[in-house]
């Protein structure tokens, strides 16, 4: 298949629900492929842990968001991500960074295991009470995420249920492509979180507190470092990112998990064996396919010359399973050496909250093998129709207590080989 046809149907709802066929198609052609004037795909890990580490490769700045989306000032979607660390460059992006990796210390984030653990185990005594089939999506997978990053940022409890929406509406924005319509649902998800993080912001000036929100707030008062459309577009990012993606990799990793029964079998009896299994979990399903890069100077990778100028989509689910990087690829094995996923990216950009996202993994899946051992999906999981977040919209679940539940769906898209 032609590298644009190629593209094509991977931005099509059939390549979006399941990617891993075209990224082989692409794969095809060489780790890195051009598929238009000035545009490059890549599917190779080595070159993409480079691209994503090279100085010469930055994210869209205003100048060519002005060049590539007319209008975009418009739209409070756009320009809410645009103030953020996710869509700037050095200098802004690395003061920005700065001064948030300052509030998201070591620290505070291992201070956190006790808080997912408490709500964790929460969670699974509702879904034991919970007439079944349970659906783990809103059970357990979202509410999981959002009740921790809501606690590290001081988000209080009784406004958790009001982000799933916005999150999910705004979340729109990051797809490689977006309608008119998706369009002005972000818009409205990203206003509604900009108008209730402007009165948290004004809660914590008055009675500053112990989390996420205080620390930024003092960072912007401290000397004007943030800018006030800085700290309220950091927030919005860091409560997004800090669940949207955790929420997948619980979705993705669970249906793992339950499709090899051996492997789920060994973490049950061997927690410690978690760090591994949510690595390996990254990889062979990554809750988080692509990113972009806009080149700033000439650059060869892949045996292709890159341009200045050239748009980059570098696909992190085709390079989680390059086979050059990891034999049998499409097979899930834990037991594999040197798992090393680049799900939460590298290099500037590496994901800021990824320590955040793999401790509630570790916890999270232990847990509910051991809690809940006759654990199974009882339907068939229904896929949201992205690309750039991959993930479920329901994962409907046995707890085991009742009628043995449906037959479990065949192997995920993209799988293939023996159960460990």
Partial sequence: MDPTDALALLMSPEGRLDPYPTYERLRAHGPVVQAGPVFYVVTGYAEADAILRDARFGVMDDALRDQFMPGWRESPAVLSISRSMLRTNPPDHSRMRRLAAGAFTPRRIAAMRDVVRAQADELVDA?????EPVDFMAAFAYPLPVGVICALLGVP????PLFRRWATDLTGVLEPEITADELAVADRGATELRDYFTELVAARRRAPADDLTTALVQAHDGGDRLSGDELLANLIVLLVAGFETTTNLLGNGLVALL???RAAAALRERPDLAPAYVDELLR?????QLTSRMSTAPSRYGDVDLPPESWVIVLLGAANRDPRRYPDP????PW???IAPLSFGAGPHYCLGAALARLEAQVAFPLLLRRLPGLAVAGRPERRVRLTLRGHATLPVSVGRKAAPVTVPGTPPGAAGPTP
């Fill in 127 to 131: 879904m034991l009470a919970a007439d």
């Fill in 336 to 338: 594999r050496a040197q």
């Fill in 157 to 160: 409890a009784a406004d958790r």
């Fill in 284 to 288: 062979y399903d990554s809750p988080v």
């Fill in 259 to 261: 499709e090899h029964p």
């Fill in 330 to 333: 499409a097979r899930f094995d």
